[in-house]
């Protein structure tokens, strides 16, 4: 549901999506696990040289009397940027990922994640009402140098507690013991 959301933002549009905002809220349960919760790929480092220097000269020329005083200094450090998510949400009922591209290589955010949410229902049918926001914002293109857009998707879905939907990742770093079977 988060995937096509996502992709279907970048297919409107020949911009790269820079940012986008993820929540998942839920009515009648609660999330007892969230993946990811941290991801960083495509990293780049720079290296940024500070310098600063400067005279100054004091003094009376005509009798020869001239002093100069310099100094510099000069500083080093790395600069690293990545593309990244962070997922947040266990023990609530609200799900938020944040999806920032690379700042140096702008080459938009991941469109495709697997997000995956176990959830301890509340009602007693095991129903429950998922809620799917994605705010993006997309970057400028050639064609427009200064289009910066912000989209909005919602979506909701209904689950009735008996159908099994979805599949289990195999990145899933969680005991198949945890699931129980209804």
């Not at 941290?38 to 040289?49: A, K, P």
């Not at 003094?59 to 009397?65: K, L, N, Q, S």
């Amino acid at each position: 549901m988060v995937e096509s959301s996502i992709a279907h933002l970048q297919e409107r549009s020949s911009q790269f999506v820079t940012a986008a905002h993820v929540e998942i809220g839920l009515n009648k349960g609660t999330i007892t696990v969230l993946q990811p919760e941290s991801i960083d790929d495509d990293e780049t480092v720079d290296t940024v040289r500070k310098k600063l220097s400067g005279d100054f000269k004091i003094g009376y020329a005509p009798a020869g009397v001239e002093g100069l005083v310099s100094a510099e200094r000069e500083s080093e450090r790395e600069k690293t940027s990545e593309r990244r998510i962070r997922g947040s949400g266990v023990h609530t009922d609200r799900a938020v990922w944040t999806l920032r591209e690379n700042a140096r290589n702008k080459k938009g955010i991941h469109l495709k994640f697997v997000a995956v949410l176990i959830v301890r229902p509340r009602a007693p049918d095991r129903s429950l009402e998922v809620d799917l926001e994605i705010r993006a914002k997309l970057g400028p293109s050639i064609g427009n140098g200064l289009g910066i857009r912000r989209i909005l998707a919602r979506r909701t879905k209904q689950f009735d507690g008996k159908s099994m939907l979805g599949f289990r990742p195999t990145t899933l770093d969680i005991s198949k013991e945890w699931f129980n079977k209804v």
